[in-house]
């Protein structure tokens, strides 16, 4: 009977642990969320108060045509699966731009607790809540919140597929049913998002020993499913079902010289690093410098005497000489070709270099397939981006959560190895986090409140001169709608507040 009841009493006190656990990380998740949604909804007064900009208007002017209320103007060219959401909001009866900030501000939300899920299966919940509020504090992510553009969403789509993918390699194959349409949601939000397949091709195939392929057929049968009316609207519309999907991939290899975004400069996007991620990414970063250079004296110093320690630690041996040297060709041809090459052929380089390092360090390191899962997402864009001529910084805010994600790596690593004090005193890793989120807050607030006052200053004007002439036209002249209307300026704009189809002045 003891045994019994100790096995009993046992297995309550890990059913009691395994609650409080799961309690805790609502708890946090809910926090998490409480902030994010603060911030979101008074960057979106801000968005509010400043008016919607053009490719703003264009979505709002394609989620009317999908809302069957068409004004005449619109841009199908442009990815359909923002608008359609915005449409469906618009179908109820509020059809303002103000809903198509409100729509990107919530699926930036659900982007955020989808990181944190994803965190949490390498990270614990401080961790978690860090990583979640440092990606949504990004100067760059602050600054395309709530501008009504697809980037955000596209990204928080991207962020539940990765999540879902971890989650059927380590907990269920059948978690594959949701990779896939949510990797097909990505895509119709932004195309530049099917260069998510790279990572995913990785993971499963370091994992392809884990997985049912069934599972995988079945995920790809159902996101084919979700494209299928897409289709039929294409073919519809242009008379091809795959144009504007043609169109897109054609521009990402034509050279715009004369664009004000043309800029051939491959480092674009690592020069300006650190306003993208601010001041609070800039000090991750060298807390976990500083640190890694501590530790690495420490460890040196410690064992400066121990002839076979690095023999020990060694990672090239007979065995897999070979194998490093081809890891080490490939690197110098991916570097040599880097910028001067279709970055189609970079990215093929690249998966096959973190393929031959995977295989040369799986036995070596905790939880090596995740971080080079993860590195390759942040990779496939970067490497697409450098080298493609058009740049602008809201591109980076696809590569914000893998550099989150590898912050909180970085400073998860150095707390479990160096224990922090401050003029002498211990700081636990929870103190450090109140610490770390004051700052992050104190910053995101000043940055709030710095693009009030430049919005105010430049971008709400245009809106107002715009509103304020259409409203002038539309009380001079009633029927204006049966008029055909002209612009040399912002045409989409002009449409949007006329709800009139006014074309481009022509030009010779």
């Not at 400043?50 to 703003?56: A, H, L, N, R």
């Not at 005449?72 to 303002?96: D, H, K, Q, T």
């Not at 961790?127 to 928080?156: H, N, Q, R």
Request: glycine share 4%; with cysteine; proline share 4%.
């Amino acid at each position: 009977m003891n045994k019994l009841d100790n096995k009993l009493n046992n297995k309550k006190g890990k059913t009691k642990k395994f609650l409080e656990k799961q309690v805790n990380s609502i708890v946090i998740l809910f926090l998490l969320t409480a902030i994010v949604s603060l911030i979101t909804y008074y960057r979106i007064l801000i968005q509010i108060d400043t008016g919607p900009i053009f490719d703003s208007i264009v979505f709002l002017a394609n989620a009317l045509v999908f809302a069957g209320q068409g004004t005449g103007y619109s841009n199908l060219l442009f990815p359909p699966f923002f608008p359609v959401i915005v449409s469906l909001i618009f179908r109820l009866g509020y059809v303002y731009a103000t809903t198509i900030f409100v729509v990107d501000g919530v699926l930036f939300i659900f982007g955020v607790i989808g990181l944190y899920l994803l965190l949490k299966m390498r990270f614990n919940d401080f961790e978690c809540f860090l990583g979640g509020l440092l990606y949504a504090s990004f100067p760059i992510v602050l600054t395309i919140l709530g501008l009504g553009l697809s980037d955000l969403a596209s990204v928080s789509f991207s962020i539940w597929t990765i999540y879902f993918l971890v989650l059927s390699v380590k907990k269920d194959t059948r978690f594959f049913y949701l990779v896939f349409p949510f990797f097909m949601l990505a895509f119709l939000t932004r195309y530049n998002s099917a260069l998510l397949i790279f990572p995913i091709f990785l993971y499963i195939l370091i994992n392809k020993d884990k997985v049912d392929f069934k599972n995988i057929i079945i995920g790809i049968f159902l996101s084919i499913l979700i494209i299928l009316p897409v289709f039929l609207f294409f073919y519809e519309n242009f008379g091809n079902a795959i144009y504007p999907f043609i169109s897109f991939a054609s521009s990402s290899t034509i050279i715009f010289s004369t664009t004000s975004y043309y800029n051939p400069n491959i480092f674009f996007f690592l020069q300006d690093f650190p306003l993208f991620v601010g001041i609070q990414g800039v000090l991750f970063l060298l807390i976990i410098a500083l640190a890694v250079v501590y530790f690495l004296f420490k460890f040196i110093r410690r064992n400066l005497d121990n002839k076979d320690l690095f023999k020990n630690i060694r990672l090239i041996n007979r065995e897999n000489k070979i194998k490093w040297i081809f890891f080490v060709i490939m690197g110098i041809i991916f570097l040599g070709s880097f910028g001067t090459t279709s970055y189609f052929l970079s990215e093929l380089l690249f998966i096959v270099i973190a393929y031959i390092f995977y295989d040369l360090t799986k036995n070596k390191f905790k939880d090596i397939d995740l971080h080079l899962m993860v590195f390759v997402w942040f990779m496939s864009f970067f490497i697409f981006h450098s080298v493609y001529v058009i740049k602008d910084v809201r591109y980076f805010v696809v590569m914000a959560p893998p550099v989150a994600y590898f912050m909180i790596l970085g400073l998860s690593e150095i707390s479990n190895r160096i224990k922090f004090h401050i003029k002498g005193t211990y700081v636990p890793f929870p103190l450090l986090v109140i610490i770390l989120t004051s700052i992050i807050l104190l910053s995101t607030a000043s940055q709030i409140q710095y693009m009030q006052s430049s919005n105010e200053k430049i971008v709400n004007i245009f809106n107002e001169q715009i509103e304020s002439a259409s409203q002038w036209l539309i009380n001079y002249d009633p029927n204006y709608k049966n008029k055909n209307i002209y612009s040399n300026y912002l045409r989409p704009n002009f449409s949007w507040f006329l709800k009139s189809n006014v074309k481009d002045v022509p030009t010779f």
